[in-house]
């Protein structure tokens, strides 16, 4: 996966997808506060589709033609927009900006940026264009958190910057964590000085032989940072983790992207109405090793 997002002392790539939305700008206040200490490259990327369709996208895209992309220009026009109001907001921030504009599906862009510009970390926000009442992720979200192959940290729509000092970690140890995955959730707590809830999640009466051997891997590569933990026993995995965070003060809730995750089995359900859940709180999904 390479290095951790949040490692200090060290240049990071991080990148913020835009459509210019509050939604948008919600998230990238966000991502400011929370990395308001690291020294880092900040990528502001907006994704646009004309129109009507151009032969010149196909045969090379704009690079390639001398007709003028109307697209094009507004885009970088808003991108420079957004870095103003960014700068002066932030005038101190230690960061350098920077501004990618393309014609491209926004998830596709993404895969392409994160290789080309060795992005660490993705910061976006959770609302999307859509009727649902209990909608809590819009489609680009869904899209983005299923191909990532880095952290992807989702800030809810008008969530206020928070110090996290709370951050939950569910696991129904059905997964065996690597020590990457596990060491972003420590370099995060270890950034902001926060304290760590391992929530096991026994959906049974008791954990098989497999999942002992995950706890008791998990255990110990945590066995050097300070973490309580909390049980819950007889509930399905999603409906403990979101009982959890609407009981307790959690300011970040840490996701590991497995086949047999919370995020994945929520995203799977064909209501969100059946949980009558709507995220209430920024979440780092981690993608797993076997994401592709």
């Known amino acids: 996966m390479g290095n ?26 966000y991502a400011m506060h929370f990395l308001a200490k690291q020294r880092c ?9 004309p129109a009507f369709y151009r032969l010149d996208y196909a045969l090379g895209g704009t690079s390639q033609s ?15 927009a957004t870095l103003a ?10 960061h350098q900006l920077e501004t990618l ?3 491209n599906t ?13 992005i660490d970390l993705i910061v976006m926000g959770t609302q999307g264009a859509t009727g649902a009442k209990r909608v809590f992720l819009g489609s680009n979200t869904v899209f983005v958190l299923r191909k990532a192959t880095v952290p992807v940290l989702a800030v809810p729509n008008d969530h206020v910057f928070v110090t996290p000092k709370n951050i939950l970690f569910p696991s129904d140890f059905q997964e ?5 995955e596990v060491g972003i959730v420590q370099d995060t707590a270890q950034m902001f000085g926060a304290a760590i809830t391992l929530l096991h999640i026994w959906e049974v009466v008791a954990l098989n032989s497999e999942q002992k051997r995950n706890k008791e891997h998990l255990l110990g590569l945590l066995k050097n940072t300070a973490f309580e933990q909390w049980k819950v026993q007889g509930k399905k995995f999603p409906e403990a983790v979101l009982e959890y965070v609407e009981t307790n003060q959690v300011d970040l809730l840490v996701m590991m992207n497995r086949n047999h995750s919370f995020f994945e089995r929520v995203l799977l359900r064909q209501s969100i109405d059946q949980i009558g859940f709507q995220v209430q709180v920024p979440f780092l999904v981690v993608p797993g090793p076997k994401n592709p």
């Open 4 to 29: 951790t997002p949040m490692e200090r002392d060290k240049m990071k790539n991080i990148l913020i997808p835009t459509d210019f939305s509050e939604n948008a700008w919600n998230a990238t206040v």
């Open 41 to 49: 490259t900040i990528y502001f990327l907006h994704t646009y589709t």
């Open 66 to 80: 001398a007709l003028p992309d109307p697209g094009a220009d507004s885009a970088q026009a808003k991108l420079e």
């Open 85 to 94: 109001k960014v700068k002066a907001l932030f005038p101190n921030a230690p």
């Open 101 to 103: 504009s393309a014609f």
């Open 106 to 118: 926004l998830t596709d862009e993404i895969g392409e940026m994160v290789r080309k510009k060795n």
């Open 176 to 180: 065996h964590h690597s020590p990457e």
